[in-house]
């Protein structure tokens, strides 16, 4: 079936992030942002629909927003400041405590095998109260088989926008440009 009406968020009070409802047996949300305080604003809204026990995927290439939309869901569950919020790619696991969650950044990228997969011990961190959030769990069956959210990151555009200050253009004055970049995403979110 058709996708649904672009719809405005409606917990993102003057954002410009807009979802669609798929009418499919899963239900997928989709966003736009335009910046990396945008996508930690979604992750913040997002926290609502982690209620744990939870095993996340998240999808995306190297830089697409995959760390950014963590802080966000960790500030939302008071167990991190976005600022403490890091890329677990040398790590592996970073693990974030708050008071109604226990967060796991967890990064496969570097792990290639079942074996070396085995060797960290994620079943262990399955918890009543836990969240994984699993970068590049893709590679792995079982994660497709056993995920109970899906998201997906991936850089729209990077662009790069010349505007002339609105002081010199009402002087008339040949002047440099502002440059302003823009990092848009579009996050898609399935839920079974």
């Known amino acids: 079936m058709g996708r649904g009406k672009d719809t405005p968020f409606p917990s993102m009070e003057g954002e410009s992030l807009y979802w669609s409802l798929a009418s499919t047996s899963m239900a997928t949300q989709e966003f736009i942002t335009h910046s990396a305080e945008e996508t930690i604003a979604l992750g913040r809204t997002l926290a609502g629909m982690l209620t744990p026990p939870k095993l996340v995927l998240l999808r995306g290439d190297l ?23 890091t890329s677990p790619t040398f790590t592996l696991i970073h693990e974030y405590r708050g ?32 969240i994984l959030l699993i970068e590049w769990g893709e590679k792995f069956a079982r994660f497709e088989r056993e995920r109970d959210v899906e998201i997906a990151l991936e850089r729209v555009e990077d662009r790069v926008e010349q505007r002339f200050s609105e002081s010199t253009s009402k002087r008339g004055l040949e002047g440099s440009p502002e440059l302003i970049e823009e990092n848009v995403r579009r996050i898609r979110i399935t839920t079974p």
Request: zero cysteines.
């Open 99 to 130: 008071p109604q969650a226990n967060l796991y950044h967890i990064d496969l990228y570097r792990i290639d095998t079942p074996r070396q997969l085995e060797t960290l011990g994620l079943d262990d961190l399955i918890t009543n109260n836990s």
């Open 63 to 85: 830089g697409a927003g995959k760390t950014t939309l963590v802080k966000g869901i960790a500030e939302s569950f008071e167990a991190a400041s976005a600022e403490d919020v």
